[in-house]
């Protein structure tokens, strides 16, 4: 049962990403205010959920075990309704306090291990032993004469060395690592690159641009990376039944096979996409300043579509023109642009005036191909694979490979991991565009995706080998 619940928090989770791209989507023609609106949106959840947490009741278990049993009684009246009655809330109350009673003694026995087989605990007595109140208790009392550390002592134990307790031992050091790894590799094989950086993944493909100069373009590349968010919620439906039917590592390595798989076809066809990039055929004429010449020079080096747009202030000015039944492009330039992400060149056929007149189309940030296609069936491939296995499932098993005593710590820790790997992956995303290849970018990020492509299909590798 505890699976399939963490397991539908993904699925909520990857919901509101839907919610989020189409209202994205829906502000991207308004280029003045179209950003507030959608900061803006983003406030309403987060204030419903305040007003609703005023109402929601606080968690019996922590009221029984804070000896509030009164209060947890109401609390699960109001959990489950009317319905349940006296005697079931009875029970309820009755097995936390016996769940209650063994996390405690197992806390317990675990903090004199700790003391009698450690003497170097450095454990300040006037933090940790309340003096004047052993008496009061025969428990602390038979501590005492045992010569184990007393209730109020081994309390302070539990607070304070949790997370050194889980490394010094080998059970739950080596749950916490695997833990902590999985939820690092779920990020290092590049999810939330996919997921923040849609648009530019589908701009780099070819398919649109967020700096063309029609509009029309920049919304459809919105919905595009509406679309992947959707298909991650599509796929995320089935976790819940793919966690309680099948072996987690069963579920892991077919996932991260798939993720793999997915992100070499990602590498490839970035890879036909450079290879097969649009030749520049068209020099055209200029009246740049002196203080633009370095740079136009620079534009006029470039040979093809791809090398073009990776120069700074550098644009790819093309025509579309029929071929038997399709249209492609043709009459390829490389033009300075008069400032960076501007929607016309500063000189040639894609200035303000002229691209309307030469029917010609500028494109800062993105290279026509008819390999876009791949890299979009390469995208929803990698979902398919990510959303039912690696996306639920390091968060169902942190929630079951620890002992109550450590498992709040754990989880926590866990958590942190993920975060940090998280921040890793998506502040060097774009940087490592820049630096590396494309298509080695995926591949290395699957392992442990041109070059991009190949660094995540590597931590995927990895990952593999470790589970």
């Not at 791209?21 to 507030?36: H, P, T």
């Not at 200035?351 to 290279?367: L, Q, V």
């Amino acid at each position: 049962m505890r699976g399939a619940l963490v397991t539908l928090n993904t699925v909520f989770i990857t919901a509101g990403q839907v919610v989020a791209g189409i209202v994205d989507a829906i502000f991207i023609s308004d280029e003045v205010n179209g950003w507030r609106y959608m900061l803006g949106i983003g406030g309403i959840p987060s204030f419903i959920q305040l007003v609703a947490f005023i109402n929601m009741p606080e968690s019996p278990r922590w009221l029984v075990q804070h000896g509030q049993t009164q209060k947890a009684r109401v609390a699960l009246q109001r959990i489950y309704g009317e319905s349940f009655v006296t005697i079931q809330i009875e029970n309820e109350i009755q097995r936390m306090v016996e769940a209650l009673r063994d996390v405690e003694l197992s806390e317990t026995s675990q903090a004199t291990s700790d003391v009698v087989q450690n003497s170097n605990a450095n454990i300040d007595e006037e933090d940790c032993i309340l003096p004047g109140k052993t008496s009061q208790f025969s428990e602390d009392a038979r501590n005492r004469d045992n010569g184990l550390p007393s209730v109020s002592e081994s309390s302070c134990l539990r607070s304070k060395l949790t997370l050194i307790r889980m490394l010094r031992l080998k059970t739950t050091r080596r749950a916490l690592f695997i833990g902590c790894g999985l939820q690092m590799f779920q990020q290092f094989v590049g999810i939330n690159t996919v997921m923040y950086y849609s648009a530019e993944i589908l701009s780099m493909a070819g398919i649109g641009g967020m700096n063309n100069n029609k509009k029309g373009e920049n919304a459809k590349i919105v919905w595009l990376s509406a679309l992947v968010a959707f298909a991650n919620f599509l796929f995320s439906l089935g976790a819940p039944w793919i966690v309680n039917t099948f072996k987690r590592r069963l579920v892991l390595y077919c996932s991260l096979t798939g993720v793999f798989l997915s992100l070499v076809v990602l590498a490839v066809s970035f890879q036909l996409i450079t290879s097969y990039s649009i030749p520049v055929s068209v020099v055209e004429s200029t009246n740049v300043t002196a203080v633009g010449v370095n740079i136009h020079t620079s534009c006029s080096k470039a040979k093809t579509c791809d090398m073009c747009i990776q120069k700074t202030n550098c644009g790819f000015c093309y025509q579309m023109s029929l071929s038997g039944r399709t249209m492609i492009p043709v009459n390829g330039s490389c033009l300075l642009s008069p400032v960076e992400f501007s929607p016309f060149s500063n000189y040639g056929r894609c200035t303000n005036k002229s691209m309307k007149e030469e029917h010609a189309i500028w494109a800062y940030d993105h290279c026509p191909s008819p390999y876009g296609w791949m890299t979009l069936i390469g995208l929803i491939l990698y979902l398919a694979s990510f959303a039912p296995g690696m996306s639920p499932l390091p968060w169902t098993i942190n929630a079951e490979i620890y002992p109550a005593w450590a498992r709040s710590t754990g989880v926590a820790t866990a958590t942190a991991c993920n975060w940090i790997a998280n921040l890793v992956v998506s502040l060097t995303f774009l940087s490592l565009t820049h630096s590396i290849t494309r298509q080695e970018m995926s591949t290395e990020k699957s392992i442990v995706g041109h070059r991009q492509d190949f660094v995540y299909s590597k931590n995927s590798i990895i990952a593999y080998m470790v589970i």
